[in-house]
């Protein structure tokens, strides 16, 4: 017996010394997996903060607001105190929160809705209807005689209207701000109208036209005096203009009262005082152009899918500065000589007159429509709803 134990007292002593080296090793690998674990769940709980912060980032910054589906956002304006919402069946006035404060049935195919002042007009596209509100209410209604393609308000409250016309390329309505009628012109030889613009006193109107010889685009514009006086005189002919470009250029905005910028795809003229000075050297693509207190503005890039930017002419049409964007601008509303626009997944406030960006906020939710709420709050329309932000 005290033999047999012997015989097994090297196979013990082994199994011994197995023990006292795993031992070290598994309280090795215990500590690993906790510094794993402890690492995996720090970035994870990161990873959530950081994405539950993404959604709420606007949320959370948000003054007023309301959550709504995507069709309803695409609806809604904001317009003074609250927003317009413009379907085809009925236009109504809503709160920043949501809540409607009065309603109209409008029966409309494509409405458009634009803002000028404490105006704003609503138009139907394809059909004859327009009218025109303030946040107290709808002031009038007109029924046009043709078909409305385009039109433009004033801050007073003056609209022009283009509609066609069976026996004329079109015609250019006027009209006050209680709806009565002001003004006809009848486009007999100066081809199709496309858009329209008033000058920033409301002194001239402007209207882009486009005409044929069969072969290429002719682009004019002529332009009507407004008097001031408008119970003894009428708004007349004022001026003409046609640019040495084979293109159509339906885009306007005023620097001046006496100057107003034209655009097509790629070129800008500056029309004023018996002149047309294009703008050198021409825009590779131009996507929009505004006016601002203080000269007007271009958002162009370099091609298509390309970066776009923002060049800034002064009144005299001197360029004073050109700021880079981002990829897509989704709206912009102009303030005297600010201008806020939504690009990309943020919204950049801009200081024109001294061309820098003031401010950038980040939102994480598409943005429809953004304008200036107030002097220092911003209106955003995204397509989860509106918020009410702080600049």
Same mark, same amino acid.
């Not at 360029?319 to 950049?348: Q, R, Y």
């Given at each position: ?46 990873? +959530?903060?950081? =994405?539950?912060? *993404? ?7 948000? &003054?007023? !607001?309301? @959550?709504? %589906? ?15 919402? +413009?379907?085809? =069946?009925?236009? *109504? ?7 409607? &404060?009065? !309603?109209? @049935?409008? %029966? ?284």
């Amino acid at each position: 017996m005290p033999q047999a134990i012997k015989q097994n007292e090297p196979k013990i002593r082994k199994a011994k010394a197995s023990r006292k080296y795993a031992t070290p090793l598994l309280v090795a690998l215990c500590l690993i997996l906790a510094v794993v674990t402890i690492v995996l769940v720090y970035m994870i709980r990161n990873h +959530v903060e950081a =994405k539950n912060g *993404a959604k709420e980032q606007l949320r959370l910054s948000a &003054i007023a !607001g309301f @959550d709504c %589906e995507y069709t309803e956002a695409q609806q809604l304006y904001p317009f003074q105190n609250g927003l317009l919402k +413009v379907s085809t =069946k009925r236009v *109504a006035y809503l709160s920043i929160s949501g809540n409607e &404060i009065f !309603g109209y @049935d409008l %029966e409309m195919s494509t409405p458009v809705c634009v803002m000028s002042g404490p105006y704003a007009m609503v138009a139907d596209t394809e059909g004859f209807l327009c009218a025109l509100f303030t946040e107290e209410g709808m002031v009038y209604r007109n029924h046009m005689d043709g078909k409305i393609g385009n039109l433009a308000l004033a801050p007073s409250g003056l609209a022009a209207v283009i509609t066609d016309e069976n026996d004329s390329f079109g015609c250019v309505y006027m009209m006050e701000k209680d709806g009565s009628f002001l003004a006809k012109w009848s486009s007999y030889e100066s081809g199709y109208p496309l858009s329209l613009a008033f000058a920033p006193d409301e002194s001239t109107l402007s209207v882009a036209l486009v005409d044929t010889d069969g072969s290429q685009m002719i682009p004019h514009v002529k332009q009507f005096s407004i008097p001031q006086d408008r119970m003894n005189a009428h708004p007349s002919e004022f001026a003409f203009y046609s640019p040495i470009v084979k293109d159509i250029m339906p885009l306007l905005a005023y620097l001046s009262p006496e100057k107003v910028a034209v655009a097509g795809i790629s070129e800008v003229a500056v029309l004023g005082d018996g002149n047309c000075d294009m703008v050198s050297p021409a825009f590779p693509y131009v996507q929009s152009i505004f006016s601002y207190d203080g000269g007007y503005s271009v958002i162009y890039s370099d091609g298509i899918e390309q970066p776009l930017h923002l060049a800034i002419y002064n009144r005299s049409g001197g360029k004073t500065g050109d700021i880079l964007l981002g990829n897509e601008v989704l709206h912009f509303d102009v303030s005297g000589s600010s201008v806020l626009i939504a690009v990309d997944e943020t919204i950049l406030l801009i200081e024109l007159g001294s061309a820098r960006i003031t401010s950038t906020i980040n939102v994480d939710e598409p943005v429809l429509r953004v304008a200036f709420f107030g002097t220092k709050n911003a209106c955003v329309v995204t397509n989860a709803g509106v918020r009410e932000i702080t600049l």
